[in-house]
């Protein structure tokens, strides 16, 4: 094992990298003030922007869901990417409690569609939607009208997406890319697989040994690093220690 360079942190668990971070607000079409922060680069303009989408509120989910904290902790910094994360309608985080209730993902159509507009007012360049678990269900019943670069899925459980939702992502240009863990608790890769079948341009990444929730350093930089051979492969190889 190599020694770690003098004067130099390992990037690994909750560490913040620099960015210029801003907490903001969301306004949707039905009244509400969603609560959320925007991470940049600290001295660059961002490549391009990811929109996430936190996995299931009653499940726990919120914007700190610790693959989307840590993609608004590092990517900024190693890959010059802007990250807007926000909690869907009726969520808490540290950050504050987002107006209105649990949609069922019927209603966070609106979120989302405030996300986009928020990402229209702010010229943020090069928009994916980063949606993980129920933020996938988000993504494909919801996102299929805005022009993004493209959409990244962290196991997708296709828990409320019909058939019909899916399929209508076949005309789709924008690329679409599934990362489905070997021992997902909703969608394995041969299932995925099937399901998917109606969107034929679709990318899926099967990852061996992975799980629904990424836990753990190895899963989290395998995610990362999957996320910027998308928006910015140039980036990559992502480091794993940080000197600056």
Do not use: C
């Not at 987002?98 to 986009?116: H, P």
């Not at 899963?219 to 980036?235: C, D, G, K, S």
């Amino acid at each position: 094992m190599s020694a770690q360079p003098l004067g130099s942190t390992e990037i690994r668990g909750g560490i913040e990298l620099p960015a210029r971070r801003e907490n903001i607000e969301l306004h949707t079409s039905d009244g509400l003030i969603l609560v959320g922060e925007l991470a940049l680069p600290l001295s660059t303009p961002p490549v391009a922007t990811l929109v996430t989408l936190h996995p299931l509120p009653t499940a726990g989910g919120f914007m700190d869901s610790h693959i989307l904290r840590k993609s608004a902790a590092r990517l900024p910094a190693l890959a010059d990417v802007a990250v807007l994360r926000f909690n869907f309608r009726g969520v808490t985080s540290p950050r504050g409690t987002s107006q209105g209730k649990f949609g069922n993902g019927v209603d966070e159509a609106r979120d989302l569609d405030a996300a986009m507009q928020f990402v229209r007012e702010r010229n943020l360049p090069n928009p994916w939607l980063l949606g993980w678990s129920f933020g996938t269900d988000v993504v494909l019943t919801h996102g299929r009208e805005y022009p993004v670069a493209g959409v990244i899925m962290l196991s997708p459980p296709l828990r409320t997406t019909t058939e019909a939702e899916l399929a209508a992502w076949a005309g789709s240009a924008a690329p679409l890319v599934a990362l489905i863990p070997e021992f997902d608790d909703y969608l394995r890769p041969v299932e995925a697989a099937r399901r998917f079948a109606a969107i034929p341009r679709i990318e899926l990444v099967a990852v061996d040994g992975g799980r629904h929730l990424w836990v753990g350093e190895e899963q989290t930089y395998r995610v990362l690093t999957e996320i910027v051979a998308r928006v910015n492969p140039a980036a990559l190889p992502l480091p794993t220690t940080w000197t600056g």
